[in-house]
């Protein structure tokens, strides 16, 4: 099972990106999908997380302006980033629960290569 995150990149402040992460190879279910960045000099934040049937929950500084989906018949999460700041620039790492068999009985924690997101003022 592999994560490949794309659609970083540099845009002005106020701009707006679009994250995909798609999931290759053989799974069973994928549960939670989410989006974690990790900006220079510090720790790896978690962004946005989305269960199969529920809302996204957000990191407040994020709230009202991100937004995270999914396509489960793609395998694929999304995440929608809109009025973007110079904080928000970031390496943005996708992540996901995922049981590759039945037979596995806990999920597996599954992370992308990273995709960087660069915001200017």
């Known amino acids: 099972v592999q994560l490949q995150a794309s659609g970083g990149g540099l845009v002005q402040a106020g701009g707006s990106l679009r994250l995909s992460c798609v999931v290759s190879?053989?799974?069973?279910?994928?549960?939670?999908m989410a989006w974690y960045r990790q900006a220079p000099g510090k720790q790896r934040e978690l962004v946005a997380l989305?269960?199969?049937?529920?809302?996204?929950n957000y990191a407040n500084s994020v709230k009202g302006r991100f937004t995270i989906s999914r396509d489960n018949a793609k395998n694929a999460v999304y995440l929608q980033m809109n009025s973007l700041k110079p904080e928000d620039t970031a390496v943005y790492y996708c992540?996901?629960?995922?049981?590759?068999?039945?037979?596995?009985?806990?999920?597996?924690?599954?992370w992308g290569q990273g995709t960087l997101v660069t915001v200017s003022s």
């Open positions: 992540n996901a629960l995922i049981r590759r068999t039945s037979a596995q009985f806990r999920p597996t924690d599954y």
């Open positions: 190879g053989s799974t069973f279910s994928i549960y939670t």
């Open positions: 989305l269960n199969n049937g529920e809302d996204g």
